[in-house]
């Protein structure tokens, strides 16, 4: 089987290559298991194939038709549409929001259409659809109301991947990601950069500036449960799907008080208190109008899981990690 990954050089990307790799097949439309053959990542940057003759890079930029072309024939059964912009960026550069996040995942879907084959496609959406007067707990069919243009972007993208599955050009699944965390490495342009930074730099010895309130609530989940949502995304039958191609992922819902006191719980009081408290009003505005709770029913009944307490999303990130604590 032929997979492609969008985004193949980014975070979530080279943990999705890097687990498809071990374990070597996917289900196939009919549920059979099928051996993946050639693993393609896209991506602007140079990803790393991890020395795997199954991987092939491609550096080029996805809002360009000639790219995809070269990225997707016929034989290609799964794509994970992951490359995009974050959610910051895509509020500063208002163009390269739309060109990225938007039009070249129309341009994606086109290239399928024209390709005719109807390969299955898993697009990762955001908390970021939702927005505005939201219920505590939003439900499958809380009205999309976007407060900035990444969620804008996002939203728009879903209803594309749904009409595409209409039409029997793709076989679309739309994974409504909570925000990831814990994310290693180093901070990025996410409004939501703060959920992993306010954990990973105390658990290293650094302090951490968080921007929101102690009381705003996020909806999170670990980047080892994201990776195994994507690829049970992909497998689902389609028929259990139906006409409806969106799935709102299981995560955990906490404040950012909850957030320091499992950090707190875990790693003990000097590291939590590397935490320094600054507001910051853009990023207040942008994360305050995302649910801190969604409704999940569907994702479980499809068998998509996420963790139960944010203490083991902390102790599985320093297991994954290797954390040493200072
Ligand atoms: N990490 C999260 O908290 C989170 C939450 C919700 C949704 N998502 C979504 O999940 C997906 C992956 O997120 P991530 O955390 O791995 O982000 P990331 O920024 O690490 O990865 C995105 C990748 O897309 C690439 N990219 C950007 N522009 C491109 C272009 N023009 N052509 C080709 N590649 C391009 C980047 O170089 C990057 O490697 C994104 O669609 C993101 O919106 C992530």
Redesign the pocket.
Known sequence: MKVLI??????????LARELLSRGSLKDAQGAPQAITELIL????Q?NDFGDSRVRTEV?????RS?LERAIDSNTAAIF???????GQAEADFDLGM???LD?SRLLLDVCRQRGHRPRVV??????VYGGDLPDIVQNDTALNPQSS?GAQ?AIAELLLNDYSRRGFVDGRVL??????V?PGKP?A?A?SF??GIIREPLNGEEAVCPVNGSTRLWL?S?RK?IECLIAGLELDAAALGNQRVLNLPGISVSVDEMVAALREVAGDEVAKRIVWQPDVRIEKIVGSWPGRWDTSRAEQLGLRGEHTFADVIRAYIADEGVQLR
């Open positions: 969008t985004g193949g050089a980014g975070f979530l990307g080279q943990r896209l991506d602007v940057v990803a080029g930029d996805i809002a360009e790219v549409h992951l490359a995009a912009v974050v959610s060109r990225i996040n070249a697009f990762t959406s955001s908390v970021a990444y996002k409504r990601l909570p925000t990831i965390s994310r990025n996410a939501s959920a992993s989940l980047p994201a």
